[in-house]
């Protein structure tokens, strides 16, 4: 990957979620000034591991581990107050200092604790076929009010606490109503002990609240270069997804203008992170899921659990058809494979290359959850390899048979696989093409 050419950068998931976004942005904030996220909220985990130490970050962006980057949370991302703090306590205990290093829309939205509850009474509600299988992070609520917008709250209103606190008071009492009607909850919520607990939070956050629109536009002006966090996966987005179970944000690289605030021009370089293989966590149709021992066998060497939830991610081959299809959605320049040391071990290794519905390949990918299900994947079977991939230091070293299959992804997928990642640490990183371990270039 030529860090100097690629300009202000996005980095996405190209799958659904979970792809290793956090590490790679972990690794390329060295030559960035400012990391934004645009889009998402706690429902994302993203892992960075600096040597023995791992940091699961939820709403913080992955450049706040370098005290030199600006970290913005853009006004596209739902913000839950209580966890924002809880996370920045959380570094500070591990001696991590989270000072103006991380800035906090005006205009982001708050997630409060009914969006949390109705996330929560809602799924119980659904039957088995129609649950979404949601993180319970109040997300989709939190957004369904932004665009209901009377009922909604932003940062901002934290800073008028008389207003706050009328509108909250009928907001609460308007969900108690509904959350007794409607599921029989018998367990009101406390308007005013809300308001008391969000006014604290946002005094001890204060600092951090600014217009970070204006702050965007004044790195742009400056000549700063930004790399922009994409949270969850493309296979998860609200427009292209594979709706109805997906998260409610955009996930795309369309995204970013948009959630963060800059032109659509700002966006010079969209990098893609796609795992080695598939997970998909929650419910939803998942063509090349292995339901098998090979899944299990995946999901144990990959630790594939999820960082937000703790719930096991389900396993299955790459699906080279559904990553064209968010490849060509993003605009994606160049991609990161991760978890290649996963694989190892595997007497042969499959990927998904089309789907056929009726014994015929299927031209486009199916937009709809109903004819997802109805598709077989076509799979392509390659040789697998051994060996402990995390040892390894140069792309040269791999194993013939791994090469083999990253040239056969990247022939599927027709954008350069520029990195490879081989172990959870900055160290395991590797160049393609016979250049330095990224590993050097991340360890400052
Ligand atoms: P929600 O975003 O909590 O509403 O969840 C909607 C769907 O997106 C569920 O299937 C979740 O498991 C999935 N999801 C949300 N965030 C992530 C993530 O960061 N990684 C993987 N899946 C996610």
């Known amino acids: 990957m030529d860090f100097d050419a690629l300009g202000n950068t996005c980095v996405v998931g190209l799958q659904w979620g979970d792809e290793g976004k956090g590490k790679i942005v972990d690794l390329l904030t060295e030559h960035f000034d400012v990391v934004a996220r645009f889009a998402g909220g706690a429902n994302a985990g993203h892992t960075v591991q600096i040597g023995d130490a791992k940091f699961a970050l939820h709403l913080l962006p992955s450049g706040i581990l370098r005290p030199d980057i600006v970290n913005i949370i853009g006004p596209g991302v739902a913000v839950d107050l209580e966890i924002l703090s809880e996370e920045i306590e959380g570094l500070r205990a591990r001696q991590i200092e989270v000072g103006r290093n991380l800035l906090v829309s005006l205009r982001a939205h708050l997630v409060m604790p009914y969006h949390k509850k109705q996330d929560r009474l809602s799924e119980a509600r659904r039957d088995g076929g129609t649950k979404i299988g949601t993180t319970a992070k109040g997300i989709g609520p939190c957004y369904a009010d932004k665009m209901l917008r009377s009922t909604a ?97 955009v996930c795309t690289t369309g995204a970013v203008s948009a959630g963060a605030g800059v032109p659509p021009s700002a966006v010079h370089s969209c990098v893609g992170v796609v795992k080695a293989y598939t997970t998909r966590v929650g419910e939803g149709p998942f063509p090349s899921e292995l339901d098998d021992a090979t899944g299990e066998w995946i999901r144990e060497r990959g630790h594939e659990y999820g960082t937000t939830t703790g719930r096991p991610r389900r396993c299955g081959w790459f699906d080279a058809f559904a990553v064209n299809y968010a490849i060509e959605l993003n605009g994606i320049t160049e991609l990161v494979v991760m978890h290649l040391d996963t694989l190892s071990g595997l007497p042969e290794v499959k990927i998904c290359t089309n789907y056929s519905f009726i014994g015929r390949n299927v031209s486009v990918f199916p937009p709809t959850d109903v004819q997802l299900r109805a598709v077989e994947p076509c799979y392509e079977t390659l040789p697998g390899w051994e060996g402990n991939l995390s040892e390894v230091t140069s792309y040269e070293q791999l194993p013939a048979a791994a090469r083999a299959y990253l040239d056969r992804v990247e022939e599927l997928l027709g954008v350069p696989i520029t990195l490879v990642s081989v172990g959870p640490d900055r160290s395991a990183t590797l160049h393609r093409g016979g250049r330095r371990n990224a590993g050097s270039i991340g360890m400052s």
């Not at 008028?160 to 609460?172: A, E, G, Q, T, Y």
């Not at 292209?240 to 179970?245: A, C, D, N």
């Open 153 to 249: 709250f932003r940062v901002a209103d934290l800073s008028r606490p008389d207003d706050f606190r009328s509108r909250m008071k009928k907001v609460v009492s308007d969900r108690n109503t509904v959350f007794a009607a409607l599921y029989g909850d018998d367990e009101p919520l406390d308007a005013e002990a809300i308001c008391r607990r969000w006014l604290d939070l946002a005094d001890g956050l204060a600092t951090h609240v600014t217009d970070t629109t204006a702050t965007l536009q004044e790195a742009i002006a400056g000549g700063k270069r930004i790399l922009f966090e994409g949270a969850q996966g493309c296979m998860l987005d609200i427009h292209h997804g594979t709706f109805p179970y997906v998260t409610s944000s």
